[in-house]
């Protein structure tokens, strides 16, 4: 994904998860891009992303609404990928690491090094952010080598922030953004750590841990605007 499209995505979201456009409210392709004076194909491929993580819902033909959602949705998808994602880091210790597999976990890690050393962060940071999350989680899954989790993590993955790659970033409170990004790489430090260790249930633990985050501060600040959720 381009960086102008994430960020499009990013401003969608963030315009959802904020309460500035309601649930039920309907979007279409065309007045959305106008609103964002962007062209529409971005919005396209953002509107469609935003539906897979079930933040919006399809009206057939005529484009989408804003869903209603509440905090136990949030919170039962965000279990159920905390439980998937750290049976994989367990079973893919449990397996054996090739050193493809550590190469590029430390990959990933030496990227987001760069990224966060400078203390700071922006809305381009945070695309290639998303990239190496994406990336690193990936990883994971497929180290483990157990067929079952990806199909099933893809099931659970059109409730609202339940998959990783679903990153809201705000870009009114950088200095935060910066603490939490941070955070959650050096969590991905920390799992690592322990697969190289051949600590499966510590790397396990770490992985459901770091899943948990997205309650955490989707907790604080996102259902505050939702009038349907319940808080």
Same mark, same amino acid.
């Given at each position: ?7 499009? $995505?990013?401003? /969608? ?6 309460? +500035? ?5 309907? =979007? #279409? ?17 953002? =509107? +469609? ?24 949705? $949030? ?8 439980? %998937?994602?750290? =049976? #994989? ?7 054996? %690491? ?10 990933? $890690? ?5 990224? @966060? ?7 381009? *940071? ?11 989680? !990936? ?10 989790? &990806?199909? !099933? =993590? +893809?099931?659970?993955?059109? $409730? ?8 809201? @970033?705000?870009?009114?409170? /950088? *200095?935060? &953004? @910066?603490?939490?990004? +941070? ?9 690592? *750590? ?11 633990? /770490? ?16 259902? !505050? ?7």
């Amino acid at each position: 994904m381009s960086q102008a499209s994430h960020k499009i $995505l990013n401003t /969608l979201r963030q315009m959802i998860v904020s309460g +500035a456009l309601a649930p039920g409210m309907k =979007l #279409a392709e065309i007045p959305t891009a106008e609103m964002l004076g962007v062209s529409r194909t971005p919005v396209r491929s953002a =509107l +469609a992303t935003l539906a897979q993580e079930g933040l919006l819902e399809r009206i057939h033909q005529r484009g989408f609404h804003v869903r209603r959602i509440s905090k136990e949705e $949030l919170v039962g998808a965000v279990e159920v990928r905390s439980v %998937l994602e750290g =049976l #994989a880091a367990r079973q893919a210790v449990e397996r054996g %690491l090739s050193n493809a597999v550590l190469e590029t976990l430390q990959s990933c $890690l030496d990227v987001g090094d760069q990224l @966060f050393a400078k203390g700071h962060i922006n809305e381009e *940071d945070i695309a290639h952010y998303h990239d190496i999350n994406k990336r690193f989680h !990936a990883t994971i899954i497929s180290a483990s080598g157990n067929p079952a989790i &990806e199909p !099933a =993590l +893809a099931r659970n993955e059109h $409730l609202p922030f339940a998959s990783p790659n679903a990153i809201r @970033f705000d870009k009114n409170a /950088l *200095d935060r &953004e @910066f603490q939490r990004f +941070a955070f959650a790489h050096q969590q991905h430090h920390t799992v690592v *750590d322990a697969m190289r260790r051949g600590q499966g249930a510590r790397a396990e633990a /770490l992985m459901r841990e770091h899943a948990y985050v997205t309650i955490r501060y989707v907790d604080v600040d996102d259902f !505050a605007n939702f009038p349907d959720t319940i808080k």
